[in-house]
């Protein structure tokens, strides 16, 4: 294992338990989690087939999420195989304007029952 994939493991765990300390103390779920993610990648940085794996499983994730930006619009993915370019920037248009909207971000509620454990 490289020594500097050792240093970072240890920084992200050391900064994943200050979050995760954080997050308790101010009763903070989202903090509490990005600990726990930190934590996680920690861990994965000692393995380099754990850390691909990941990297498939968050780009999976960022797929969906931008599938789910469209709003079913058919129309943009057609342009994508007439247009390219314009596509391309459209979809990025919607992932940007995702963070600028919290509504689409924080309007599912399929993780209401993990915080509430938390607590």
């Known amino acids: 294992m490289k020594e500097r994939h050792l240093e970072l493991s240890v920084k992200f765990v ?17 903090i509490t989690q ?3 993610f930190f934590t996680l990648i920690g861990g994965l940085m000692l393995d380099e087939k754990d ?5 498939e499983l968050c780009s999976m994730f960022s797929a969906k999420k931008v599938l789910e930006s469209m709003d079913n619009d058919i129309d943009l993915v057609k342009n994508l195989s007439n247009q ?19 509504e689409d971000i924080n309007d599912d509620d399929e993780f209401d029952e993990d915080e509430e454990d938390f607590k």
């Open 14 to 30: 050391e900064m994943g338990q200050s979050l995760v300390s954080e997050g308790r103390l101010n009763n903070d779920y989202m």
């Open 34 to 36: 990005a600990g726990t």
């Open 51 to 55: 850390v691909s794996l990941f990297a």
């Open 84 to 102: 390219p370019k314009a596509g391309y920037d459209e979809i990025i248009k919607r992932i940007i304007g995702l963070g600028e909207n919290s």
